[in-house]
């Protein structure tokens, strides 16, 4: 048989009935979108993870407090916690450590801010003139804290956007008192909006000297965290065991296993992210995939139903010396044919549908060319597999049986 006809009955074969035809299509159409689109959402999701990360700062090693049970498992909150790091740890490791641009020692709590009649509920960051570099944050007016403010525990504070909306609305906040804890600060800053959300949104936040957060506001002077700048991303890994090694010695612990302290760098907390939101996704995508194997079923229902319909035309076509494998090649082009038209509308239609989660529902989504590509090869081999049977039953067909079928 000729590839042109080959081409031409299955095309007449597949338009013979274009209502059953479509409604098998759409069966794959579905299932193909569902997948692009879970997929889109899930990669979506992954990407805006480590962009967000990736904002919080650059070569970013973070030393947190708490008592580290073990390798592979979780920080206690108990022994330790917000307890353990003190500014002397800070000076010790930008003293001691090599490969280090800048530290930044960081004290954080939520307090109450008031302006007027205006009041919100924020994270307040005890932070030194070094922040800025670590942290990767730009001011849009004003001026950050400085050493001078630090030294002399002056009560200014720089506001992050969107605890400057809430309390001053469109007007400039610079020079303007704002009551944190019961306590007057002057607005010396605004930084500019890096994003986030919830209890991740870096913008909801404002920062004060930490000499004035220790004294006025905490009253003591343990530390949050400390965030380390890494020279370059080679040395990240170097930096992160001479601060283990460093505060080790600081705080007088031979066992590592008993550390009172947990260092992670950035490139863990991208790469722990990236493995739950790629669980998410494969999750996602798995969900979606039924719905392919529902519509392979379809197909396989169709052509079953096809080859009993035309059951005299097999036998005719065997009967004036057409082969078995004629009679295979024949209606398993219809049944690739229908999941290659699915297919195509099926990317269309994922595609729509992740645009329209990211423009309506706000959820970022990311197609890949991957995700297309395992569409199409998803499609056609739900095609050839389900296919394959109803194809291989029309080719054993006896041609003096099927000739004699009413």
């Known amino acids: 048989m000729l590839?042109?006809?080959?081409?031409?009955?299955?095309?007449?074969?597949?338009?013979?009935?274009?209502?059953?035809?479509?409604?098998?299509?759409?069966?794959?159409?579905?299932?193909?979108?569902?997948?692009?689109?879970?997929?889109?959402?899930?990669?979506?999701?992954?990407?805006?993870v480590a962009s967000?990360?990736?904002?919080?700062?650059?070569?970013?090693?973070?030393?947190?407090?708490?008592?580290?049970?073990?390798?592979?498992?979780?920080?206690?909150?108990?022994?330790?916690?917000?307890?353990?790091?003190?500014?002397?740890?800070?000076?010790?490791?930008?003293?001691?450590?090599?490969?280090?641009?800048?530290?930044?020692?960081?004290?954080?709590?939520?307090?109450?801010?008031?302006?007027?009649?205006?009041?919100?509920?924020?994270?307040?960051?005890?932070?030194?003139?070094?922040?800025?570099?670590?942290?990767?944050?730009?001011?849009?007016?004003?001026?950050?804290?400085?050493?001078?403010?630090?030294?002399?525990?002056s009560k200014v504070v720089v506001l992050g956007p969107t605890t400057k909306t809430d309390l001053f609305g469109d007007s400039d906040p610079i020079g303007q008192s704002v009551r944190i804890n019961?306590?007057?600060?002057?607005?010396?800053?605004?930084?500019?909006?890096?994003?986030g959300t919830g209890f991740a949104n870096q913008d909801d936040q404002v920062f004060v000297p930490l000499s004035a957060a220790t004294r006025f506001l905490a009253g003591s002077d343990n530390l949050s965290n400390i965030s380390i700048q890494a020279a370059n991303p080679e040395v990240m890994s170097l930096v992160q065991e001479q601060v283990t090694a460093v505060l080790l010695d600081e705080h007088n612990i031979i066992d590592p296993a008993d550390a009172d302290f947990n260092v992670l760098n950035q490139s863990d907390i991208v790469a722990a992210a990236s493995s739950v939101t790629g669980i998410?996704?494969?999750?996602?995508?798995?969900?979606?995939?039924?719905?392919?194997?529902?519509?392979?079923?379809?197909?396989?229902?169709?052509?079953?139903?096809?080859?009993?319909?035309?059951t005299r035309e097999i036998g005719l076509r065997k009967a004036i010396g057409g082969t078995s494998r004629d009679i295979t090649l024949q209606f398993l082009a219809e049944a690739v044919m229908l999941t290659f038209l699915g297919g195509i509308f099926g990317i269309l239609l994922g595609w729509l549908l992740a645009f329209g989660v990211t423009k309506f529902a706000g959820i970022a989504t990311q197609i890949s060319v991957s995700s297309i590509l395992l569409a199409c090869g998803v499609s056609a081999g739900i095609g050839i597999v389900f296919g394959f049977y109803p194809a291989r039953r029309a080719s054993r067909l006896s041609p003096i049986e099927a000739l004699r079928y009413e």
């Open 3 to 48: 590839i042109s006809d080959l081409f031409e009955e299955t095309y007449f074969a597949i338009t013979a009935n274009k209502a059953r035809t479509g409604l098998t299509i759409l069966g794959i159409v579905i299932g193909i979108s569902s997948v692009i689109a879970m997929i889109a959402i899930g990669q979506g999701a992954q990407a805006s």
């Open 52 to 153: 967000n990360i990736q904002s919080i700062g650059s070569n970013l090693i973070l030393v947190s407090p708490g008592f580290q049970r073990g390798i592979g498992q979780q920080v206690s909150t108990g022994r330790g916690n917000a307890t353990s790091l003190k500014i002397e740890d800070a000076t010790a490791i930008a003293s001691k450590v090599d490969g280090v641009s800048a530290v930044s020692p960081e004290l954080s709590r939520r307090y109450q801010l008031i302006v007027g009649g205006k009041n919100t509920n924020t994270q307040v960051v005890g932070v030194t003139d070094k922040y800025l570099q670590v942290r990767n944050v730009q001011l849009d007016t004003g001026s950050f804290i400085t050493t001078a403010h630090l030294s002399n525990n």
């Open 182 to 195: 019961r306590i007057e600060f002057k607005v010396v800053g605004v930084t500019k909006a890096k994003g």
């Open 280 to 310: 998410f996704t494969i999750l996602l995508a798995s969900i979606a995939g039924i719905s392919l194997l529902v519509g392979g079923i379809g197909i396989m229902n169709m052509m079953l139903t096809t080859v009993t319909e035309r």
